[in-house]
C-alpha cells in the first residue's frame, strides 16, 4: 500500500498533531518500515507506562511463558496525540501491528476512516470470545454504528480519593471505616468544610493548572451532572452545548477555590502529591493514580465522585485492544488469542486502579473483595464519554481548548460567561471544517 498526501493528512487528523519531518531512524519512520515479524510473534502497540506500563508488563510475560519467549513484541509508545498519528500513520502505510490500544474516545474516528478490522460475530465466535462477556454499557458504548472495532479492557474513570483519617476526624466515616453517601452540593460542600476543621489544609485537591485534560475531564462530570446536554453533536459538526448550564458549573467549581476550600494552583503533580502528603483530605483524579496513592502509603480509600447535582454522571474512557485494518485479508487471527489472553489477565490490570470489564473478572470473587478498587464499581453505570467528533477523545484538540478556558475560570483569570464564549468559538470553527478522514 501506498502513502498518498490524502491519506497522510487523513493520518495526521486521527492523531491530532502535524506531521514533523521524519528522518529514518524516527520513532515516526521506523513505525512505517517495520521489519515483519516472525509468523507466529504478535506485534501490540500501546501508550502504557507508570503504573499501567508495569502491569502490563506483567501480562506480557505471563503471555510469554505460556506461548514462548518470541511470541509477543510489545512496543510502548508516547501517550496522546503523537501515539495515534504514528499509529493511523503505519495503517495507511501498510505497517501496522497486529493489535493495538485505542481509547474508546477515539475508536470511531478510526472504525469510519476504515483503518480498523470489523470484529464479526463469526470471527470473535472463533477466538471464543463473545459480546455478552464485556460489561453491556461499555460493550454499547465501544459499537460504531452498530458494529464491533475493538475489545473494551477497562473503565479509567473520575474518583474520590479519601484520607480515611483526616476524614474519620471529621465525622464522615461510618461504622465500617468507609467514607458516608455524599449526595447533594450542600453536603460535598459541608463535608469539605468539616474536613478544615479538622486540620486538612484543603478539603480537595485536583488538576487546574498544565493539565487542560483533567480540567475537561471535571467540567464535564459537573456539567453533565447539572443537567448539560452533550458539549458536541452530529458526530462534532454542531456545537449543542448549553451555554448557561456551562457557566453555572464553572461558577460552582470557582466558588470551590475563592472559598479556599481548593487550590486554584495545582498540577496533576502537586495534586495528587498534595494528597499523598496528608494535606488534602480528599482528591478527584483519575482512577490510574491508584498506585502512586498506595505508594504513598497515605492512609486512604476510594469512592464514585458524589452525585452533587440532578443526573448521575462522572467522566470516563476506556482503552480498547484494536485490530489495524490489513491487505493481506488473513483477519486478525493469532491476534485475537492475545487480545483474549489479556483480557482473562485484566485481574492484574485492575490492581493499577481501573475497572475491568471483562465480566468473569469483573464478577470473580477475587475483584468483588479487592478493596478499594471494587468500591468504585458503580461508576460504570453512569460513566459518561467524549461526544463523537473528528477533533475529540484522549489527548484531543477540543479537550486542550475546553480544558484551558476553564482552568482560567477556576482560577479567577477568566469570568464563567467569557469562558463559554471562548469554548463557543473555539469548537464552532472546528465544527465548520469539514472532516478530513
Same mark, same amino acid.
Given at each position: 500500500?501506498t502513502l498518498?498526501r490524502?491519506?497522510a493528512l487523513?493520518?495526521m487528523a486521527l492523531?491530532?498533531?502535524?506531521l514533523?519531518t521524519a *528522518?529514518?531512524?524516527?520513532?515516526?519512520?521506523?513505525g512505517l518500515?517495520?521489519t515483519?515479524?516472525?509468523p507466529?510473534?504478535v $506485534?501490540f502497540?500501546?501508550?502504557?507506562?507508570g503504573?499501567?506500563?508495569?502491569?502490563?508488563?506483567?501480562?506480557?510475560?505471563?503471555?510469554?511463558?505460556?506461548?514462548?519467549?518470541g511470541?509477543?513484541e510489545?512496543?510502548?509508545l508516547?501517550w496522546?496525540?503523537?501515539?495515534y #498519528?504514528?499509529?493511523s500513520?503505519?495503517?495507511?502505510? =501498510?505497517r +501496522?501491528?497486529d493489535?493495538a490500544?485505542?481509547?474508546?474516545?477515539r475508536?470511531s474516528?478510526?472504525a469510519?476512516? =476504515?483503518? %480498523?478490522t470489523?470484529? /464479526?460475530?463469526a470471527?470473535?465466535?472463533?477466538a471464543g470470545?463473545d459480546? $455478552?462477556?464485556?460489561?453491556?454499557?461499555v460493550?454499547?458504548?465501544?459499537?460504531v &454504528?452498530?458494529?464491533?472495532y475493538g475489545?473494551?479492557v477497562? @473503565?479509567g474513570?473520575?474518583v474520590?480519593?479519601?484520607?480515611t483519617e483526616?476524614?474519620?476526624?471529621?465525622g464522615l466515616?461510618?461504622?465500617?471505616?468507609? %467514607?458516608?453517601?455524599i449526595?447533594g452540593?450542600?453536603?460535598?460542600?459541608?463535608?469539605?468544610?468539616? #474536613?478544615r476543621e479538622a486540620g486538612?489544609?484543603w478539603?480537595?485537591?485536583?488538576?487546574?493548572?498544565? &493539565?487542560?485534560?483533567?480540567n475537561?475531564?471535571i467540567?464535564d462530570t459537573?456539567? /453533565?451532572?447539572?443537567? =448539560?446536554?452533550?458539549?458536541?453533536g452530529?458526530?462534532?459538526t454542531?456545537?449543542?452545548?448549553d451555554?448557561r448550564?456551562?457557566?453555572?458549573s464553572?461558577?460552582?467549581l470557582?466558588?470551590?477555590?475563592a472559598?479556599?476550600?481548593?487550590p !486554584?494552583?495545582?498540577?496533576d503533580?502537586?495534586?495528587?502529591?498534595l494528597f499523598?502528603?496528608?494535606?488534602? $483530605?480528599f482528591?478527584v483524579?483519575g *482512577?490510574?493514580q491508584?498506585?502512586?496513592?498506595?505508594?504513598s502509603?497515605v492512609?486512604f480509600?476510594?469512592?464514585?465522585?458524589?452525585?452533587?447535582?440532578d443526573r448521575?454522571?462522572?467522566?470516563?474512557d476506556?482503552?480498547?485492544?484494536v485490530?489495524p485494518r490489513?491487505?493481506?485479508?488473513?483477519?486478525?487471527?493469532?491476534?485475537?488469542?492475545?487480545?483474549?489472553?489479556?483480557?482473562e489477565n /485484566? !485481574?492484574?490490570?485492575a490492581?493499577?486502579g481501573s475497572? +475491568?470489564?471483562?465480566?468473569?473478572v469483573?464478577?470473580?470473587?477475587?475483584f468483588r473483595d479487592?478493596?478499594p478498587v $471494587?468500591?468504585t464499581?458503580p461508576?460504570? &453505570?453512569?460513566? @459518561?464519554?467524549?461526544p463523537?467528533?473528528?477533533y475529540?477523545?484522549?489527548?484531543s484538540?477540543?479537550?486542550? %481548548?475546553?480544558g484551558?478556558q476553564?482552568?482560567?475560570a477556576?482560577?479567577?483569570?477568566?469570568?464563567p460567561?467569557d469562558?463559554v464564549r471562548?469554548?463557543?468559538?473555539?469548537l #464552532?470553527g472546528y465544527?465548520?471544517?469539514p472532516? +478530513?478522514l
Open positions: 500500500m498518498d490524502r491519506q487523513k493520518a492523531g491530532g498533531t502535524a514533523a *528522518a529514518c531512524g524516527s520513532p515516526l519512520a521506523s518500515v517495520a515483519p515479524l516472525e507466529e510473534k $506485534a502497540w500501546n501508550l502504557w507506562s503504573g499501567d506500563g508495569a502491569r502490563a508488563q506483567q501480562i506480557f510475560e505471563r503471555y510469554r511463558a505460556a506461548r514462548g519467549a511470541s509477543l510489545a512496543t510502548t508516547a496522546g496525540s503523537p501515539y #498519528t504514528k499509529l500513520l503505519s495503517i495507511v502505510g =501498510g +501496522p501491528p493489535v490500544v485505542c481509547h474508546l474516545s475508536l474516528n478510526f469510519r476512516a =476504515g483503518l %480498523l470489523e470484529l /464479526t460475530p470471527m470473535l465466535q472463533g470470545i459480546g $455478552a462477556q464485556f460489561d453491556a454499557s460493550w454499547r458504548s465501544g459499537l &454504528d452498530g458494529r464491533a475489545l473494551p477497562d @473503565i474513570a473520575l474520590l480519593y479519601y484520607n483526616i476524614c474519620g476526624r471529621a466515616l461510618d461504622a465500617s471505616g468507609r %467514607l458516608k453517601p449526595t452540593e450542600a453536603t460535598f460542600r459541608a463535608a469539605l468544610a468539616a #474536613t486538612s489544609r478539603g480537595l485537591v485536583s488538576p487546574v493548572i498544565a &493539565d487542560p485534560s483533567s475537561w475531564r467540567f459537573v456539567y /453533565t451532572q447539572m443537567g =448539560g446536554q452533550e458539549v458536541l452530529g458526530n462534532g454542531r456545537v449543542t452545548m451555554d448550564t456551562a457557566a453555572e464553572l461558577r460552582w470557582r466558588e470551590l477555590t472559598a479556599g476550600l481548593s !486554584d494552583t495545582a498540577t503533580v502537586t495534586s495528587v502529591s499523598a502528603a496528608g494535606q488534602s $483530605a482528591l483524579h *482512577a490510574w491508584t498506585p502512586t496513592i498506595v505508594d502509603e492512609p480509600s476510594l469512592a464514585p465522585v458524589p452525585q452533587l447535582f448521575p454522571a462522572v467522566f470516563a476506556s482503552h480498547t485492544l485490530f490489513t491487505d493481506s485479508g488473513g483477519g486478525p487471527g493469532r491476534a485475537l488469542g492475545f487480545a483474549k489472553f489479556f483480557l /485484566t !485481574d492484574v490490570w490492581q493499577g475497572l +475491568p470489564v471483562y465480566r468473569p469483573l464478577e470473580g470473587s477475587w479487592y478493596e $471494587a468500591s464499581a461508576t460504570k &453505570d453512569v460513566a @459518561i464519554y467524549d463523537p467528533a473528528w475529540s477523545g484522549a489527548g484538540t477540543m479537550q486542550t %481548548l475546553v484551558a476553564v482552568a482560567l477556576r482560577q479567577g483569570l477568566a469570568s460567561e469562558a471562548a469554548i463557543r468559538d473555539a #464552532t465544527a465548520a471544517t472532516s +478530513p
